[in-house]
């Protein structure tokens, strides 16, 4: 155990506030670097798509210092299996629903970690969060709307995530659905 599971949630909010940084080009061999690590320990025992999300996928925007990842399984079974040997190799259990699962990675009881990492675990095709990264990256001043938004909202949720992100959520909708209306199902994989 890592000792968070055994603080409240006040001291987690404190603990782990919402920061934004000016754009970090490492985020993205962050990114290509715990990909690898993720698929080593999977070892090819599945069918699995892996995505850069999120805004360290967006060139030159301020973001939360962690990578997000997506990972597309084709099933049920396997979402619960590489949840299980995620979990055995230094991940932290976030959320789970039936079809979605979130883990960490670079929390502890300190704060952040030098690198930190959201790991999004969704069943094929389950991937708006594609078609918002992808809309950002076609349209730079859009992208730049968003970084002001998040911007705005940083210091007034510093310690409410949830409410940080129901608040930028009607903008995120809005692009998602804009992409989603173009038809591109030639995402670009990250």
Known sequence: MNGLEDMSSEELRQLFPI?????????????EEEKKSILDLLADKFSVSVHHIGSTA????????????LLEADNR??????????????????????TRISLKKGYT????????????LRLLGDCDELYFRDYLIK???TAKAYEELKLSLWKKFEHDRNSYTE????FIRKYTELEKQKG???????
């Open 19 to 31: 920061f934004l940084v000016a754009h970090n080009d490492d985020w993205t061999n962050w990114y």
């Open 109 to 120: 009881t300190s704060g952040f970690a030098p690198r930190v990492f959201h790991l999004h």
């Open 139 to 141: 349209h730079p001043k």
């Open 184 to 190: 591109d199902k030639n995402r670009k994989i990250l």
């Open 167 to 170: 608040a930028k959520a009607d």
């Open 77 to 98: 079974q396997s979402l619960q299996e590489i949840k299980t040997i995620l979990l055995a190799n230094g991940w932290l259990f976030m959320s789970k629903t039936e």
């Open 58 to 69: 967006i060139p030159k925007i301020w973001a939360k210092n962690i990578v997000d990842i």
